[in-house]
């Protein structure tokens, strides 16, 4: 049997022929960008996240860029975000003229600690701090880094691109950020039909300030107050996202199944799950185990000899790439970053895997010498 890293087109019945009917209506009703769907989109997912404002935009990296500069960073800024994470925190904090400051991260949890926050805030007085939630969990300690920044004035972002639906002491994780960013990318838990993301706010001004910049910085048709690009959702993929909110649930569920199937059934030595901490729901975007870095290799060896997809999420840390030569403002570095790039494993999650794929899976990995 043949089992892929991930299937992007297990729609739910019906699904196929209800986006395709809207999508034929918007084209005879002319609604490209904008229009109501997008609008209706909007409202839909600021009652899924329970946050109070809700923007869509092209991209879950132009919506880190957008919450960046609403939140009011500024060119040359100090940002400090964690040194495992989706190259595009790194770059969008350059690509706002701000400078990026790495911190190292966890080996249990994977993710950035009050400790190491605390430490970056003490070393760089940054202005800003970029807190991502990875693999569909909760940085652990989100509560306590808050918290922190608040105490000492540093502006917060969450990148949420793979949290979605994710929840923290049982409340909504986007709804409990002042400002956060998700990223609509098909292969997400809410994928789009093309490139998509939003942005989320608790207060009015900077969900105001960012609904400008979206659109070149317009404060009406030909008046420009800022200085903004085009980064509007578009019609199409917001009537498409509005139909899978209405099946998010489901595929949560579905995804969270496989994640603990995973963690329950797997018992071989060499693979070591890591769980989300237990105040944290996951939505089950990624399955995460890690590994002897020095067996990973034949591991994967025997996994592509089986046909099973796999992903290393991440397979390198920010501050090593050659990219960040000549931006990279300083990192903090107890080489857990790189131990997690080199250790990770994630086997098969998708919405609606079969039971005899995950079946399949937890045999052949369980059968691994
Ligand atoms: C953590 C993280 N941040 C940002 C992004 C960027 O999102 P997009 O690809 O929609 O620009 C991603 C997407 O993979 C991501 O995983």
Redesign the pocket.
Known sequence: MKVPFIDILRFENGFYETVTQKAAELIKNGHFVGGPVVGQFESALKDYTQTAFALGC???????QLALRAAGVKKNDKVLLPDM?????FE?VVNVGAIPYTLDVSRETLHLTVASVKEGIEKFKPQALIL???YGWACPETVEIRKLCKEHNVTLIE????AIGTKINGESLIGGASAA?????P??VLGASG???GVFFKEAQVAKDCQILINHGRTGHYDHGMIGWNSRLGAYEASFMLESLKHLDAKLASRRHTCERYRKEIKNPALKFIAPAASVWENGYLSVAVMDPTTRPAFIEYLKKHEIGYGT?YPGAMSEQPGATGHIGGKISHGHADWVAKSVINLPCFAYMKQEEVDFVIKTVNDYK
């Open positions: 092209a991209n879950g990296t132009d919506a880190i994470t989706f190259w595009a925190t969008s991502v939630h990875l990148d949420c691109a793979q960013t998700t990223s609509f990318y292969a997400k490139d998509a993301g999420v």
